[in-house]
């Protein structure tokens, strides 16, 4: 059974800090805390000779280096390689809870369940405990590999789509659309010339004449035919006099705007928190932003205020992932806290 989603999530763990964006794709959703997207994680990747562990916020490793490869943790569970092709799913202390031994084990909770799918060609969802909760069904054509929003997107031959609840009912099925994952409890249904938004019992809210993006938080911006501007959960317009070249979605409160090649950001209420004059940025995550300034990238706070007096190098998308952040200073890369300092600092080839 294929799936919806594209090949990147079969990136190698080991390679982790590339694939912190896929991470966060993956589970911004997922992890959010309260109404907001803020990532709740206290375990993070490192190497250590050659294998890998984890590390607390301090810098203190609490699961010492035994994986050939390991991920980001999600929801107090991470999917690591004991060797090539040996996925297990640990706990935060680092205890094995599922091993793979007979398929192939998915990177990502989501909703509370993980995707394991088969030798055998049956795909199934797992809880944290290890147990097999349900399987998807053989009349599927294709399904997507994780859950958002406790629904996941499936279709049957024919194209005729469906969403799953975490039990692996159906909740309710499309006649006609090409939908979107669920965020924020709505998801979007795509036809030619206008885009629907549905509930999680497939009932229609409202629909609008152009191209809408998925909610975040109160708003979803929409794509007119002149400019873009935002919709909220009754389909009533908002923010439509925004003079920028391009705006993206919200995330946590914030939207980047870009004006004469420069990007900053715009709060819910249009107001330019970051002025537009930075190469390149990230977005808001856990109460900051990274932006690149003058060859430079520098944390800020949403009163465009540094909130680290440190410039540095580069720093890894998305920034700080709960307290800390990846980060290179010179010749050195690692992670820091809040405070600008080092916590940890990774080998390099010359300093073994």
Same mark, same amino acid.
């Given at each position: 059974?294929?799936?919806?989603?594209?090949?990147?999530?079969?990136?190698?763990?080991?390679?982790?800090?590339?694939?912190?964006?896929?991470?966060?794709?993956?589970?911004?959703?997922?992890?959010?805390?309260?109404?907001?997207?803020?990532?709740?994680?206290?375990?993070?990747?490192?190497?250590?000779?050659?294998?890998?562990?984890?590390?607390?916020?301090?810098?203190?490793?609490?699961?010492?280096?035994?994986?050939?490869?390991?991920?980001?943790?999600?929801?107090?569970?991470?999917?690591?390689?004991?060797?090539?092709?040996?996925?297990?799913?640990?706990?935060?202390?680092?205890?094995?809870?599922?091993?793979?031994? =007979? +398929?192939? &084990?998915?990177? $990502? /909770?989501? *909703?509370?369940?993980?995707? #394991?799918?088969? !030798?055998? @060609?049956?795909?199934?969802?797992?809880?944290?405990?290890?147990?097999?909760?349900?399987?998807?069904?053989?009349?599927?054509?294709?399904?997507?590999?994780?859950?958002?929003?406790?629904?996941?997107?499936?279709?049957?031959?024919?194209?005729?789509?469906?969403?799953?609840?975490?039990?692996?009912?159906?909740?309710?099925?499309?006649?006609?659309?090409?939908?979107?994952?669920?965020?924020?409890?709505?998801?979007?249904?795509?036809?030619?010339?206008?885009?629907?938004?549905?509930?999680?019992?497939?009932?229609?809210?409202?629909?609008?004449?152009?191209?809408?993006?998925?909610? =975040? +938080?109160? &708003?979803?911006? $929409? /794509?007119? *035919?002149?400019?873009?501007? #935002?919709?909220? !959960?009754? @389909?009533?317009?908002?923010?439509?006099?925004?003079?920028?070249?391009?705006?993206?979605?919200?995330?946590?409160?914030?939207?980047?705007?870009?004006?004469?090649?420069?990007?900053?950001?715009?709060?819910?209420?249009?107001?330019?928190?970051?002025?537009?004059?930075?190469?390149?940025?990230?977005?808001?995550?856990?109460?900051?932003?990274?932006?690149?300034?003058?060859?430079?990238?520098?944390?800020?706070?949403?009163?465009?205020?540094?909130?680290?007096?440190?410039?540095?190098?580069?720093?890894?998308?998305?920034?700080?992932?709960?307290?800390?952040?990846?980060?290179?200073?010179?010749?050195?890369?690692?992670?820091?806290?809040?405070?600008?300092?080092?916590?940890?600092?990774?080998?390099?080839?010359?300093?073994?």
């Amino acid at each position: 059974m294929t799936d919806l989603q594209n090949e990147s999530d079969r990136i190698p763990m080991k390679i982790y800090y590339p694939i912190i964006t896929l991470f966060i794709i993956s589970c911004i959703w997922s992890c959010k805390k309260s109404a907001t997207h803020e990532l709740e994680v206290n375990r993070y990747p490192v190497q250590i000779g050659k294998r890998y562990g984890y590390i607390d916020e301090q810098g203190k490793v609490v699961i010492e280096p035994t994986f050939y490869s390991v991920g980001w943790f999600n929801q107090n569970r991470a999917v690591a390689e004991l060797e090539p092709g040996q996925k297990v799913m640990i706990d935060t202390n680092g205890i094995i809870i599922f091993q793979d031994t =007979s +398929g192939y &084990l998915r990177d $990502v /909770f989501s *909703d509370g369940l993980i995707r #394991f799918d088969k !030798k055998n @060609g049956v795909s199934c969802f797992i809880d944290s405990l290890g147990q097999e909760r349900f399987c998807l069904s053989d009349t599927l054509a294709d399904s997507d590999a994780y859950f958002s929003g406790e629904r996941l997107r499936v279709r049957f031959p024919g194209r005729r789509f469906a969403f799953l609840d975490t039990q692996g009912k159906v909740a309710f099925e499309l006649k006609q659309g090409f939908p979107s994952p669920f965020y924020d409890d709505l998801a979007i249904v795509g036809f030619s010339g206008r885009t629907c938004y549905v509930n999680k019992s497939g009932h229609r809210k409202f629909c609008i004449k152009e191209r809408g993006s998925n909610f =975040s +938080g109160d &708003l979803a911006l $929409v /794509f007119g *035919d002149q400019t873009s501007y #935002f919709i909220d !959960k009754k @389909g009533r317009k908002k923010l439509t006099k925004l003079s920028y070249d391009s705006v993206t979605p919200f995330i946590n409160g914030f939207a980047a705007v870009t004006k004469n090649g420069k990007t900053g950001f715009i709060n819910t209420k249009g107001k330019e928190v970051i002025p537009t004059k930075y190469k390149e940025v990230l977005y808001f995550i856990n109460n900051s932003v990274a932006v690149k300034s003058d060859n430079k990238w520098i944390f800020l706070n949403h009163y465009n205020e540094k909130i680290i007096t440190q410039h540095f190098d580069e720093v890894t998308a998305p920034g700080f992932v709960g307290e800390l952040a990846y980060v290179r200073l010179d010749s050195t890369w690692g992670y820091i806290n809040k405070k600008g300092q080092f916590v940890w600092k990774t080998e390099t080839e010359s300093s073994k």
